[in-house]
Nanobody, 127 residues
């Protein structure tokens, strides 16, 4: 049974940092494309970042480039999202997801490409 368990969310002031973790079981994160998505109230879920199996390819939505970093610890089978310089508009529920398909640059941000999802962790950034 595949489980993705997110942790690390919370309340932080604007300009602060958080590191989200996604602990994987039932699948090997390094054999999948791993993504972080977020969904704010009243908005569609969007892909924030994605990481290829090799780690050589990444995707970031424009609004987080230079502030967020996706990474993976293969030994711990865990994926991370380091979030720096947080802004109030980063407030959302953040979800980890796994994509068993191929890395296609234009498609890795699409929700329907991801097969497994975590339950999410809330990030709230106060101004």
């Amino acid at each position: 049974q595949v489980q993705l368990v997110e942790s690390g969310g919370g309340l932080v002031q604007a300009g602060g940092s958080l590191r989200l973790s996604c602990a994987c079981s039932g699948l090997t994160s390094s054999r999948n494309i791993m993504g972080w998505f977020r969904q704010a109230p009243g908005k569609e879920r969007e892909c924030v970042a994605a990481l290829s199996r090799s780690g050589q390819n990444t995707y970031y939505v424009d609004s987080v480039k230079g502030r967020f970093t996706i990474s993976r610890d293969n030994a711990k089978n865990t994926v991370y999202l380091q979030m720096n310089s947080l802004k109030p508009e980063d407030t959302a529920a953040y979800y980890c997801a796994a994509n068993t398909g191929p890395w296609i640059g234009s498609l890795v941000r699409q929700i329907d490409r991801y097969n497994y999802w975590g339950q999410g962790t809330q990030v709230t950034v106060s101004s």
